[in-house]
């Protein structure tokens, strides 16, 4: 449910009572996280190309840490793989709205050939231009041109989006920064002007 953004907790310190004539409960050192195990199953899943397998595995991961950005991006990658790019919006608007998505190191890392994801982004490209209206699907271009640092290309997209929802304070907080006060209509120096009157800050 990506109704609202994602929640990052940070882990909680626990202090447990411990009977003194009973041995504690301990785990392995090397043991995995709870859904990690999942994770790396939907990683390799989708390195495979068997996406339908990565999500299911990434949904059961998810269970186990419903509040980890990395999951969720990765989740949206595999929704984006399939062409179902109104759900993979859902899920990086919220990953963004929270932090900064991945880079291309990491993105290309998680494919066993760019050849691969390319043919994923140009069937995008084309959905968009059957399309124009789309802006969850453009919202997913937008965000894999900003992976790749094609930085023209996302604000081109970004634009778009903004002239479409020009309410989205997400939307102007990516397009400032992939295109600076200009893409927005904002004079540089008009944004970095301190009005004439303005109380002196002490």
Request: aromatic share 8%; proline share 11%; hydrophobic share 40%.
């Given at each position: 449910?990506?109704?609202?953004?994602?929640?990052?907790?940070?882990?909680?310190?626990?202090?447990?009572?411990?009977?003194?004539?009973?041995?504690?409960a301990t785990l392995p050192a090397d043991a995995p996280?709870?859904?990690?195990?999942?994770?790396?199953?939907?990683?390799?899943?989708?390195?495979?190309?068997?996406?339908?397998?990565?999500?299911?595995?990434t949904n059961k991961s998810l269970a186990a840490m419903?509040?980890?950005?990395?999951?969720?991006?990765?989740?949206?990658?595999?929704?984006?793989?399939?062409?179902?790019?109104?759900?993979?919006?859902?899920?990086?608007?919220?990953?963004?709205?929270?932090?900064?998505?991945?880079?291309?190191?990491?993105?290309?890392?998680?494919?066993?050939?760019?050849?691969?994801?390319?043919?994923?982004?140009?069937?995008?490209?084309?959905?968009?231009?059957?399309?124009?209206?789309?802006?969850?699907?453009?919202?997913?271009?937008?965000?894999?041109?900003?992976?790749?640092?094609?930085?023209?290309?996302?604000?081109?997209?970004?634009?778009?989006?903004?002239k479409q929802t020009p309410q989205d304070p997400l939307?102007?907080?990516?397009?400032?920064?992939?295109?600076?006060?200009?893409?927005?209509?904002?004079?540089?120096?008009?944004?970095?002007?301190?009005?004439?009157?303005?109380?002196?800050?002490?």
């Amino acid at each position: 449910d990506y109704s609202e953004p994602i929640m990052i907790e940070s882990a909680p310190v626990t202090t447990a009572v411990v009977d003194p004539g009973v041995a504690p409960a301990t785990l392995p050192a090397d043991a995995p996280a709870p859904g990690m195990t999942e994770f790396e199953m939907a990683r390799q899943a989708f390195f495979r190309g068997d996406y339908p397998a990565a999500l299911t595995a990434t949904n059961k991961s998810l269970a186990a840490m419903p509040n980890d950005p990395i999951i969720h991006e990765f989740r949206a990658l595999v929704q984006f793989a399939q062409g179902n790019y109104k759900e993979a919006a859902a899920g990086l608007y919220s990953v963004l709205t929270v932090g900064p998505g991945w880079d291309w190191t990491t993105l290309s890392s998680l494919y066993p050939s760019v050849d691969i994801y390319t043919r994923q982004l140009r069937a995008l490209e084309d959905y968009i231009k059957a399309r124009p209206q789309a802006n969850d699907a453009r919202f997913v271009l937008a965000y894999h041109y900003l992976t790749t640092n094609n930085k023209d290309a996302a604000t081109a997209q970004l634009k778009e989006l903004n002239k479409q929802t020009p309410q989205d304070p997400l939307i102007a907080q990516l397009l400032l920064m992939t295109g600076g006060p200009e893409a927005l209509g904002v004079p540089p120096d008009a944004a970095e002007t301190t009005p004439p009157d303005a109380p002196a800050v002490p």
